[in-house]
């Protein structure tokens, strides 16, 4: 009967090491996790960092080679077009920006009160209402597109619907991790008996 309540203790302490481990184990993953997830965010923010390093040299006028080029082209024309998208919400506000600062002033104000650059009225007046109008008309395509993007809509469904499974691969190796792991400890503790 001694022999059974040893045999008992031996077993549980060994399934309490057994379960420490494992919890050490996904602990140790998690540190690591975070680890590589603050070194992807770095990696993301410094490559942000050379964009915009150059896309500054390329606005000073300094020459950037064809790929580079052209991707900065895209961005000038976007902002372009983020300018025109910001003169309309002002406009519609009664305001409209400085040309100089970028402020919002009154639309009536001839000169900015921040910086007091000139900033000329009628011509953004238009060119809020072309905004309008394209945005009117953009509007109008969408819907007509509507049917189109549905259509889109249900492929990216499936294909998320596809992403789980890459998780559950991850998890099943953590389990063979946490596993081995268990493993490796009985055969020191048996090594100790
Ligand atoms: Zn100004």
Redesign the pocket.
């Known amino acids: 009967m001694a022999n059974f309540w040893d045999d008992l203790g031996n077993t549980l302490t060994r399934k309490a090491k057994g379960l420490s481990s494992r919890a050490e184990n996904l602990y140790e993953i998690q540190k690591i996790r975070n680890k590589l997830s603050a070194q992807e965010r770095m990696t993301e923010k410094l490559m942000m960092d050379i964009g915009k390093l150059i896309y500054t040299r390329y606005e000073h006028g300094e020459a950037v080679d064809g790929e580079v080029g052209a991707i900065c082209e895209e961005i000038s024309q976007h902002m372009l077009e983020a300018d025109h998208f910001r003169d309309a919400i002002a406009a519609s506000k009664g305001e409209k920006f400085?040309?100089?600062?970028?402020?919002a002033?009154m639309r009536e104000a001839s000169f900015?009160?921040?910086?007091?650059?000139a900033?000329p009225t009628a011509e953004l007046e238009e060119k809020a209402t072309d905004v309008i109008e394209q945005a009117e008309e953009e509007l109008k395509d969408a819907a007509e597109a509507e049917v189109t993007e549905a259509e889109e809509v249900t492929e990216t469904v499936k294909t998320e619907e596809a992403a789980p499974e890459a998780e559950v691969s991850e998890e099943t190796d953590t389990q063979e991790v946490v596993e081995e792991a268990e493993e490796t400890a009985t055969e020191s503790e048996e090594k100790t008996e």
């Open positions: 400085c040309p100089a600062c970028h402020k002033v900015c009160p921040y910086c007091g650059a900033c």
